[in-house]
């Protein structure tokens, strides 16, 4: 792995305009930041796309980690830096400049509409982060009763996320998947 400034560059750049997209949620833009890091520039394979959200799920903080691991494997730790720094610090300045206005702002005839509008563009997104997750993860008839089973519990009970992933990978690894 060695150090190639514009890569380096294009990563930084790639983030930063995917932190942007994140409407609804970091799910949000998993289909095209996999494009991205996946199709477009290969710093990750698909597998590893899938294991690195996964483990950026198991990690607190923001599902968003995926970013720091991709930087990670493209770049290792200036990467990781460059990715991470990429992905949070503009949109995190972003929603912090608009929350000191928004107060003011919210009883306006157009921030309500606004509100409405963003949340079905927010959950198509998320709809198609789901999707193409499952795309990459879901590859025969075990990983899919398994994915249907964890969607299963997750809507029926009340377990923390946390537990399905964990349950799930044990169950995977115990049957070799």
């Known amino acids: ?17 995917l ?13 095209e930041m996999q494009r991205q890091v996946v199709g477009r520039f290969a710093w990750v394979t698909a597998q590893e796309f899938v294991d690195g959200y996964t483990l950026s799920q198991l ?18 730790v200036p990467g990781a830096l460059v990715a991470g720094a990429a992905m949070f610090l503009p949109a995190s300045v972003l929603a912090a400049l608009v929350q000191r206005r928004w107060s003011t702002l919210r009883g306006h005839p157009w921030a309500g509409a606004v509100e409405r509008a ?10 198609a982060g789901v999707f193409t997750l499952a795309r990459a993860a879901v590859h025969g008839w075990a990983t899919a009763a398994l994915a249907t089973a964890a969607t299963v519990l997750l809507a029926a ?3 923390p996320p946390i537990v399905v992933v964990l349950a799930g990978g ?8």
């Open 118 to 127: 963003l949340v079905p563009v927010g959950l198509g997104l998320m709809a």
């Open 170 to 177: 044990l169950v995977g690894w115990l049957a070799g998947l």
């Open 157 to 159: 009970f009340a377990l």
């Open 59 to 76: 990690t607190p903080g923001p599902n968003m980690l995926i970013a720091v691991f991709v930087g990670y494997r493209a770049h290792g």
């Open 1 to 17: 792995m060695t150090l190639d400034l514009l890569d380096l560059l294009r990563l930084g750049w790639t983030f930063l305009w």
């Open 19 to 31: 932190s942007f997209l994140a409407i609804g949620g970091g799910l949000a833009v998993i289909p």
